[in-house]
């Protein structure tokens, strides 16, 4: 069972760029295609960004153009490069399998506020 840790999210202000880390264990990381979700207040998770163990990629509409996922095989992690952040970004961030899995990790919490 994968078992994921993301980092590195925190408050920054609109236009500005964090980029997330999330370690994984649990899983033979190169076998799996990987994905970002997040889950703002009082609306459901939604899939951000996905990584197949190729190396392609996909991304919700709402981030395609400022996000950019990345794997490192020999880290077991996977990345997520946020620029020109958007108040609308706000949200726990997730990392899990593609299609995810029946647990989560404890996430990171990105907020934009000016």
């Known amino acids: 069972q994968v078992q994921p840790v993301e980092s590195g999210g925190g408050l920054v202000q609109p236009g500005g760029s964090l980029r997330l880390s999330c370690a994984v264990s649990?899983?033979?990381?190169?076998?799996?295609?990987m994905a970002w979700y997040r889950q703002a207040p009082g609306k459901q998770r939604d899939l951000v960004a996905r990584?197949?163990?190729?190396?392609?990629?996909n991304y919700a509409d709402s981030v395609k153009g400022r996000f950019t996922i990345s794997r490192d095989n020999a880290k077991n992690t996977v990345y997520l490069q946020m620029n020109s952040l958007k108040l609308e970004d706000t949200a726990v961030y997730y990392c899990d399998t593609y299609p995810p899995g029946d647990s989560w990790g404890q996430g990171t919490q990105v907020t934009v506020s000016s």
């Open positions: 990584i197949s163990t190729y190396g392609n990629t």
């Open positions: 649990g899983i033979i990381f190169s076998l799996y295609a």
